[in-house]
Nanobody, 115 residues
Framework: QVQLVESGGGLVQAGGSLRLSCAAS????????MGWYRQGPGKERELVAR???????IYVEYVKGRFTISTDDAKNTMYLQMKNLKPEDTAVYYCKMLLGMRGYWGQGTQVTVSS
């Protein structure tokens, strides 16, 4: 069982920046894949970025160059640095980690970008 606790969401003006955090209760040595998803108003949950263990991070086209995943292995924490935010980035952001074949989700954190 892995628990993920997210933080860092909030209200920001277009062009601003936010950093989301996802703290895991398990060591990253046991995590196969980690990533971020989002669900905008009236939309389905969608992938934002995915980072497999030892592999190349994949970003969806509309966040490339603006969003960056990073980790602090000592703190078992994953981050999503978001810059040049746009109103269309408004969504609830979720972190997800795969341990073996089982996926675990964070509780979600709201990001609202005003125009």
């Amino acid at each position: 069982q892995v628990q993920l606790v997210e933080s860092g969401g909030g209200l920001v003006q277009a062009g601003g920046s936010l950093r989301l955090s996802c703290a895991a209760s398990a060591t990253f040595l046991s995590i196969n894949v980690m990533g971020w998803y989002r669900q905008g108003p009236g939309k389905e949950r969608e992938l934002v970025a995915r980072m497999p263990s030892g592999g190349r991070t994949i970003y969806v086209e509309y966040v490339k160059g603006r969003f960056t995943i990073s980790t602090d292995d000592a703190k078992n924490t994953m981050y999503l640095q978001m810059k040049n935010l746009k109103p269309e980035d408004t969504a609830v952001y979720y972190c997800k980690m795969l341990l073996g074949m089982r996926g675990y989700w964070g509780q979600g954190t709201q990001v609202t970008v005003s125009s």
